[in-house]
């Protein structure tokens, strides 16, 4: 099998590119995906979530998913003590401004995280013939979407209603000193042709909420081909006030025989 992989992402209105806090990240096979938010009320939270969905997609030579299962904050120690270090290199230079050192509160990176693992385990699952398996571990709300071929339910993960996004979610931290909670952790099967669709918040309430609806539009999301139509649909949202103004990122991983 091989995965085609399209990431698309957008600024809030009013921000540049640059800021957005959104990172994203693939393995070179495309079996492992990344998609992290960083908390914009945190220190440094692009960076944190960029140092996150790297550590990820970087496991090859091992399960990712199994790592965190067995310890998550054991997983997170390499990842906390390079942003340590990216912090401790801003404390200490000539240049700094007055806003880089951080706060008594404002003192670490937080950041939701959504990893997905695709495993081409067909030729050792008779009983699942044609099928492979997928495991996916999230801490917050971004939330991973697979449109099932033969019932046409919409499988949500790891917030599966409207109601559940709130104005604060669980995060990873960047300082082993403070809780990062426990992510929840799921898995199934995949074929041929199958969509996984992965999102940060913003755009998951909005792809929720359509659904819960029995809408139709939130189809949409799964068929963008560039920029340009992302962009488009998003900013029509924006202007009708279905969508929150915020960074929104989305991640379309395609299942194809080649």
């Given at each position: 099998m091989s995965y085609e992989i399209r990431y698309f992402s957008l600024p809030k209105v009013g921000e540049l590119e640059r800021n957005i806090q959104d990172r994203f990240e693939n393995s070179p096979?495309?079996?492992?995906?990344?998609?992290?938010?960083?908390?914009?009320?945190?220190?440094?939270?692009?960076?944190?979530?960029?140092?996150?969905?790297?550590?990820?997609?970087?496991?090859?030579?091992?399960?990712?998913?199994?790592?965190?299962?067995?310890?998550?904050?054991?997983w997170l120690q390499p990842s906390q003590e390079i942003w340590r270090q990216y912090y401790l290199t801003k404390l200490q230079s000539p240049n700094r401004k007055w806003w880089q050192g951080g706060s008594e509160i404002k003192n670490r990176g937080s950041a939701t995280f959504l990893g997905l693992q695709l495993q081409n385990l067909e030729l050792q699952n008779l009983e699942h013939y044609a099928k492979s398996q997928w495991q996916a571990v999230a801490i917050g709300d971004t939330c991973l979407f697979k449109l099932e071929q033969e019932t046409r339910n919409l499988l949500t993960f790891p917030l599966t209603a409207a109601q559940e996004f709130k104005g604060t979610t669980l995060c990873f931290e960047s300082l082993p000193e403070y809780?990062?909670?426990?992510?929840?952790?799921?898995?199934?099967?995949?074929?041929?042709?199958?969509?996984?669709?992965?999102?940060?918040?913003?755009?998951?309430?909005?792809?929720?909420?359509?659904?819960?609806?029995?809408?139709?539009?939130?189809?949409?999301?799964?068929?963008?081909?560039?920029?340009?139509?992302?962009?488009?649909?998003?900013?029509?949202?924006?202007?009708?006030?279905?969508?929150?103004?915020?960074?929104?990122?989305?991640?379309?991983?395609?299942?194809?025989?080649?």
């Open positions: 096979d495309g079996s492992l995906v990344a998609l992290a938010d960083g908390a914009s009320t945190s220190l440094y939270p692009q960076k944190w979530a960029e140092i996150l969905v790297k550590s990820f997609c970087q496991s090859v030579a091992e399960n990712p998913i199994e790592s965190i299962r067995r310890s998550h904050e054991k809780t990062s909670f426990p992510p929840q952790f799921t898995a199934g099967w995949y074929e041929y042709g199958d969509i996984f669709l992965l999102a940060t918040d913003a755009l998951s309430q909005w792809l929720i909420s359509d659904y819960e609806a029995q809408g139709e539009d939130w189809k949409k999301a799964f068929q963008f081909q560039d920029r340009h139509d992302f962009a488009g649909f998003i900013n029509k949202l924006r202007q009708q006030k279905l969508i929150k103004n915020d960074d929104t990122t989305l991640v379309l991983v395609e299942v194809s025989r080649e």
